[in-house]
């Protein structure tokens, strides 16, 4: 069961630096990186730990979709349920680049890196891999995406990524709508999760309702 983060001195080092670097260096991106340390988005990364640990499922090289910061995600997928590595796929330039400040520790031992892409547009295919070498075969034993709300349904993705067809899917949305006008894909049912993904073999699926009111839907499967 994952409830916690371990909160380390190197977690403290790296996260009292992203936030310093932030208000420093792009203080217009500041309010929105104080919105990802709210109790729900901690909770449903703590839910995702929680599940996949009972699945044991084993980690290797992780595709995130959409991670934004990655902060509260990366810890848990790497110091709880021991995956080897991870890179975010993140469109927003200064969510990609504060994740590096978030994420110094894993990225100093070659366990993550940030890249800027619009995944819904353009596919995996010829991302270079942790040493460097670029190929049209990359592929990542499992794929993340914890805010399918912000973007089309997976099996956009999933067609775009015909090389990622046999990857575990390990996906969250929410039926949140009000004040969040970036929500363009909710839904109200993990079951409506499952299809828009395509999912066939399902491991897991189910609901979560956080503190703040809010329903959070995750499916893992293939």
């Given amino acids: 069961m994952v409830d916690y983060i371990r909160y380390t001195p190197d977690i403290t080092n790296n996260w009292t630096s992203a936030h310093k670097e932030c208000q420093k260096e792009r203080p217009w991106a500041f309010a ?3 919105d990802s340390f709210t109790s729900s ?3 449903g990364k703590l839910w995702l730990g929680s599940e996949i640990q009972k699945l044991d499922i084993k980690l290797l090289n992780i ?3 959409g991670g934004w910061y990655a902060h509260y995600i990366t810890t848990i997928l790497i110091d709880n349920c021991a995956a080897e590595t991870l890179t975010n796929f993140e469109i927003d ?3 990609h680049y504060v994740s590096f400040k978030f994420n110094r520790r894993y990225k100093d031992k070659k366990q993550f890196r940030s890249i800027r892409r619009n995944i819904m547009l353009k596919s995996l295919k010829g991302v270079e891999n942790f040493d460097g070498y670029k190929t049209e075969n990359q592929t990542y034993e499992t794929v993340v995406n914890t805010s399918c709300e912000h973007m ?3 099996w ?3 067609e ?3 090389q990622l067809e046999d990857s575990l899917y390990v996906l969250q949305s929410t039926n949140q709508k009000e004040d969040c006008p970036d929500h363009i894909n909710t839904i109200e049912s993990s079951e409506e999760l499952v299809d828009q993904a395509r999912i066939l073999d399902v491991l897991f699926q189910g609901e979560k309702v956080l503190r703040n009111g809010h329903i959070r ?3 893992i499967g293939k």
């Fill in 156 to 158: 956009k993705f999933r």
């Fill in 32 to 34: 929105r990186l104080m």
């Fill in 41 to 43: 988005q901690l909770e």
């Fill in 217 to 219: 839907f995750m499916v």
């Fill in 93 to 95: 330039e200064d969510a």
């Fill in 152 to 154: 089309y349904p997976m």
């Fill in 160 to 162: 775009m990524n015909p």
């Fill in 63 to 65: 595709a995130l979709l």
